[in-house]
């Protein structure tokens, strides 16, 4: 079975943070490789920033499609383009807030998401009201670190530690999602510090993903994901016609 991850901004360490998450979790007989887009923003911190990370991210699902890939991952809080992602790939396609979300309804009564800047809580908001009945996601709250900050700011763990910890108090939650790939390094030590789970998106998406390949089931072709019609595409996006 082949799974690819895709960071959808063009951070290479934070794709290599993220593929050490995911590879923690592969099973035997999995080959994975994580992907850092030719294309789009350094970080995805806004609308702007999701819009252009899109293209990027298409590109290398048509670039696994080519090469064979089961299943693919979608390595940012904000699931971009996840619908058009599943259009073109025959496999299973699982976003990381999707992911995270759904497990953390799995192990508890009602979870609060603890994120990067403050201007990225609609999103999540949004993607709650998609995947998660009402009363599920119980808050959303960020500590204001910028995405590439995660990696180099000593008290990130300090900090999201101590906002999960208010969360739980303040939103009645028993279940901590972090709300960015970049904070999956901090799962671990996060868990033991608040007794409570807490969810990384990344290392859960990868084994819903492989769960699904396993299954032997992949993204349907009836109907709304069955791919795009073919026609042009001008300007920079000449080379996204579809065959
Ligand atoms: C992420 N941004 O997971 C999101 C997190 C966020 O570049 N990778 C990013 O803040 O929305």
Redesign the pocket.
């Known amino acids: 079975m082949r799974i690819r991850v895709i ?3 063009t ?1 290479e360490s ?1 794709t290599a943070l993220i593929e050490a998450s995911a590879r923690a979790v592969i099973g035997p007989g999995v080959t994975l490789d994580a992907v850092t887009p030719a294309m789009g ?1 350094a ?3 806004s609308h702007y ?1 999701e819009a252009l990370s899109v293209p990027g991210l298409l590109a290398a699902i048509a670039e696994g499609e080519r090469d064979g890939v089961d299943g693919y991952v979608l ?4 699931d971009p383009g996840l619908d058009a992602a599943r259009e073109l790939a025959s496999g299973p396609v699982v976003g ?1 807030a999707e992911a995270a979300m759904h497990a953390a309804m799995l192990v508890g009564r009602g979870f609060s998401v603890v ?3 403050d201007r ?1 809580r609609g ?1 999540a908001w949004d993607l709650a009201a998609r995947y998660a009945p009402p009363g599920a996601c119980r808050g959303v709250h960020a500590c204001d670190i910028p ?1 590439l900050a995660l990696e180099s700011d000593p008290t990130v763990l300090k900090r999201v530690v101590a906002l999960a910890r208010l969360a739980l108090d303040r939103d009645g939650s028993d279940v901590i999602v972090l ?4 904070m999956a390094d901090l799962c671990a030590a996060a868990t033991a510090e608040l007794g409570v789970p807490v969810i990384d998106g990344v290392a859960a998406a990868t084994l819903l993903v492989q769960s699904l390949v396993t299954l032997g089931v992949g993204t349907s072709k009836r109907g709304e994901y069955a791919p795009p019609p073919a026609k042009a595409y001008t300007g920079l996006l000449a080379s996204f016609r579809r065959p």
């Open positions: 960071n959808p901004n951070t934070m923003p970080s995805i911190e920033d390595a940012c809080f904000g990381i994120t990067t800047l990225t999103r995405v709300g960015c790939a970049g």
